[in-house]
């Protein structure tokens, strides 16, 4: 199965700094890989797929880049209420694969 | 608006069994593929299984095979998820979520655009 790869484990920012969250692939996943936020006792909410397009509401300081192996999602200007648990996955190869997930946490 | 309400999650004995149902609202059932995503306490996010719009196709976890069956019903905007022979590493939160392939037709795997809140199995004696 492909292995996702996330670094940093915990980013710690300010509010207004920008963020830089990575996901490797173990092999290639073309554009097919989305992004999640979880905040703590909630669902994963959908932020990104296709490697870069918006899922409907999702605000436009949230941004995909990336295709192949590797990809990043940035967030612009961090708010308070980014702080959350941010996952990668791939849906091009069986079974669907998550990373372990970078915590995102605002000073 | 979508919604997904996921119950029948619960405490169960090593060996027991347990079924997972999930209600939808908000948009055509029908018309989507659904999948169960698990997350044991502290852990990441691990896929369990998909059923395809009319149950065309259903794919498992290899952790799961042969032990959990998931079903729909497009009349009651549902969906199931069977769970037997438990085991303590099925400990989780169970979350229903709406699912969209990469192509224009029942390829898997896929992505989630929509989740429910999700229940908790916990399995120990």
């Known amino acids: 199965e492909i292995v996702l790869t996330q670094s940093p484990g915990t980013l710690s920012l300010s509010p207004g700094e920008r963020a830089t969250l990575s996901c490797r692939a173990s092999?290639?996943?073309?554009?097919?890989l989305a992004w999640y936020q979880q905040k703590p006792g909630q669902a994963p909410r959908l932020l990104i797929y296709?490697?870069?397009s918006w899922a409907t509401g999702i605000p436009d300081r949230f941004s995909g880049t990336g295709s192949g192996t590797d990809f990043a999602l940035t967030i612009s200007r961090l708010e308070p209420e980014d702080s959350a648990v941010y996952y990668c996955?791939?849906?091009?190869?069986?079974?669907?694969?998550f990373g372990q997930g970078t915590k995102v946490e605002i000073k | 608006e979508v919604q997904l309400v996921e119950s029948g999650g619960g405490l169960v004995k090593p060996g027991g069994s347990l079924r997972l149902s999930c209600v939808a609202s908000g948009f055509t059932f029908s018309s989507y593929h659904m999948d169960w995503v698990r997350q044991a306490p502290g852990k990441g996010l691990e896929w369990v299984s998909s059923i395809t719009r009319s149950s065309t196709y259903i794919y498992y976890a290899a952790s799961v095979k042969g032990r959990f069956t998931i079903s729909r019903d497009n009349a009651k905007n549902s969906v199931y998820l069977q769970m037997n022979s438990l085991r303590a590493e099925d400990t989780a939160v169970y979350y229903c979520?709406?699912?969209?392939?990469?192509?224009?037709?029942?390829?898997?795997?896929?992505?989630?655009?929509?989740w429910g809140q999700g229940t908790l199995v916990t399995v120990s004696s």
């Open positions: 979520a709406r699912a969209r392939p990469y192509c224009d037709g029942d390829c898997s795997p896929f992505y989630f655009d929509y």
């Open positions: 092999q290639s996943v073309s554009s097919y």
């Open positions: 996955q791939q849906y091009v190869k069986s079974p669907g694969t």
């Open positions: 296709g490697a870069s």
